[in-house]
């Protein structure tokens, strides 16, 4: 498909350049199929995707948890996930995604249950605070 009729479907200019990348990735097997990529180690996923238009750290990440059910995924790059961590030990600021990678290192091999957590953490304490700034 051109990149025109790409975006009469409502895709961006940008998203539509990455489906484009994605499709010439996958038609030449640079892009590993469903099967074979469940089998690839966390580091072949992130070194095959990274290079594609349009995905980034987060987006492998995502779909190594979610799609790939790996358990030991931290998303250091999720506002959740980050925020999450600065509301249960209780920090001043955001860690960065390079101080939670290590913070994390603890959490082996579980991290990706922990992200979980992170997120609810984060989800939670949003509505509280929302809850709190209505009653005043």
């Not at 025109?4 to 590993?32: F, Q």
């Not at 469903?34 to 492998?60: C, F, H, K």
Request: with cysteine; net charge positive.
């Amino acid at each position: 498909m051109t990149e025109e009729h790409l975006r009469t479907a409502g895709l961006s200019r940008s998203k539509a350049l990455a489906m484009k990348d994605i499709c010439t990735r996958v038609n030449a097997g640079t892009i590993p199929s469903a099967a074979l990529i469940n089998q690839m180690p966390d580091i072949e996923i992130y070194e095959r995707l990274m290079d594609v238009r349009g995905v980034g750290s987060w987006t492998v990440d995502i779909l190594m948890m979610f799609t790939l059910c790996r358990p030991d995924i931290m998303p250091v790059t999720d506002y959740g996930v980050r925020k999450g961590f600065q509301v249960l030990y209780r920090k001043r600021a955001l860690p960065s995604p390079k101080q939670l990678l290590k913070l994390t290192e603890k959490w082996r091999p579980h991290r990706s249950v922990a992200a979980l957590y992170l997120w609810r953490i984060a989800d939670t304490a949003k509505k509280i605070k929302k809850k709190k700034s209505l009653s005043k």
